[in-house]
């Protein structure tokens, strides 16, 4: 069972200003995240000083990080004039502006004689000629590939005035062998599909992971012994234990926002309700009572709300519902179906999976159901998940004539899409809240 290293890492991790420079109050290099598409900002960001390959690297997974989000266009370093050997020195910075890169990035990785790395980045503005934020981070080499994701976050953070999401991390079901006979194992991975570890073997089927909103644990469906159960797994002590056996449950619950309860859908008979469950106590309390199937319900950031999916009115719909149970109204009403709704994190949007036309699309729409936007169509799309700053959404792909489906990911925008490569296929993305 797989144990994480995140206990040691956090025992060792200490963050401070790096001194010198002060961060300017105001700074003129800034993109508004807020206003549709974005054209991508110019940055360089420069190999770290360091005596190994090791400040390479972090400057690229920085750089890949940034580029990934769709808002920042890394300059390629062969253009770079000026190569930098003192982060601490203030740039020369029309070296930096003649090649139209409006913010760089400079570090520096040192090892300390207690064997930690010291990793330092300083980000400036070029046009203004100022620093604008400075940082240093302290860790044990093997955790070199987070450090740099937090630098990531530092860096996009301060850009754009919203959280970054680059030190996060990915549960899935990691699928291999032939279709007849499909192995799916739980799997978890950084954000970028770097990192990828088994949480359970291959002995049975297991379904839909979720990460609960304290990080360090997820509920999951698995058909041991033919018969579905969903389980709570610690990811740091590998812990495992039995929530309930749900016959007839075909997702997992999801977490309410202060993890304390799930929220799920159970099958009785040829209907299917909602209802929660304290996780202290397994006490459940219904919340809906229909002849129809109410399914995939999900709350909204502030546990005022839950939306869900339900047949109904004769096919699948998005509803909204009090967390009570109460004011139970439809708030989808385009064309085709709806399904697997998600609240985002920011609370100003819910995505979810429509099929029209023979194709699946992933969309978002605001929680009254108006302005939907479709963001990316295919063969078949399925299952959204948020970043934790609300700003990208993870799905699976499987797409025409593939053995299997893939990850990829989609801004807001609809413009920026990638796949998130992982060594198997790959499917039921969940995206972990920022580590700490």
Request: net charge neutral; glycine share 8%.
């Amino acid at each position: 069972m797989f144990k994480s290293s995140l206990t040691r890492f956090l025992a060792c991790l200490m963050l401070a200003l790096v001194s010198g420079i002060a961060t300017p109050a105001f700074a003129l290099v800034e993109i508004n995240i807020n206003k549709g598409n974005v054209e991508p900002l110019p940055i360089a960001v420069t190999d770290f000083v360091s005596n190994n390959e090791l400040g390479a690297q972090i400057s690229g997974v920085i750089a890949a990080d940034l580029q990934r989000s769709g808002l920042f266009a890394p300059i390629n370093k062969s253009a770079f004039i000026e190569k930098i050997s003192n982060p601490d020195v203030a740039p020369r910075f029309d070296d930096w502006k003649v090649i139209n890169a409006q913010a760089m990035v400079s570090g520096r990785i040192t090892r300390e004689a207690d064997g930690r790395l010291r990793a330092e980045f300083r980000l400036w503005d070029t046009f203004a000629g100022q620093q604008m934020t400075g940082q240093q981070f302290f860790t044990q080499p093997e955790n070199w590939r987070r450090v740099a994701h937090i630098i990531a976050d530092a860096i996009y953070e301060r850009i754009t005035g919203e959280k970054g999401y680059f030190d996060t991390r990915i549960v899935f079901v990691s699928e291999s062998g032939p279709k007849i006979d499909r192995k799916r194992q739980l799997a978890i991975m950084d954000q970028d599909g770097f990192n990828v570890r088994m949480l359970t073997d291959a002995s049975s089927i297991v379904l839909t992971p979720r990460f609960s909103p304290n990080r360090q644990e997820i509920t999951y469906m698995s058909f041991a012994g033919d018969q579905p159960r969903v389980y709570l797994l610690q990811l740091e002590t590998g812990q495992r234990e039995v929530v309930g056996n749900f016959p007839g449950m075909t997702f997992a619950p999801r977490f309410s926002p202060d993890g304390r309860r799930v929220i799920m859908s159970l099958q009785q008979g040829g209907n299917a309700n909602i209802y929660t469950m304290d996780l202290s106590s397994r006490t459940t309390t219904r919340l809906t009572s229909t002849a129809a199937i109410d399914t995939s319900p999900s709350y909204s950031p502030d546990a005022q709300q839950i939306v869900f999916e339900s047949d109904r009115g004769g096919r699948q719909q998005l509803y909204a519902m009090n967390a009570d149970g109460s004011n139970q109204h439809r708030i989808s009403f385009g064309e085709g179906s709806y399904s697997t709704p998600v609240w985002s994190p920011r609370g100003d949007l819910i995505a979810f999976t429509k099929q029209s036309g023979g194709k699946f699309s992933i969309g978002v729409m605001k929680p009254d159901g108006s302005g939907e936007r479709i963001l990316t169509t295919g063969f078949h799309n399925e299952g959204p998940t948020w970043a934790p700053n609300g700003r990208v959404i993870m799905f699976f792909r499987q797409n025409a004539g593939a053995a299997g489906p893939q990850l990829y990911s989609i801004d807001l925008t609809g413009y920026n899409e990638q796949e998130i490569k992982t060594p198997n296929y790959a499917s039921d993305p969940a995206w972990s809240p920022l580590l700490e």
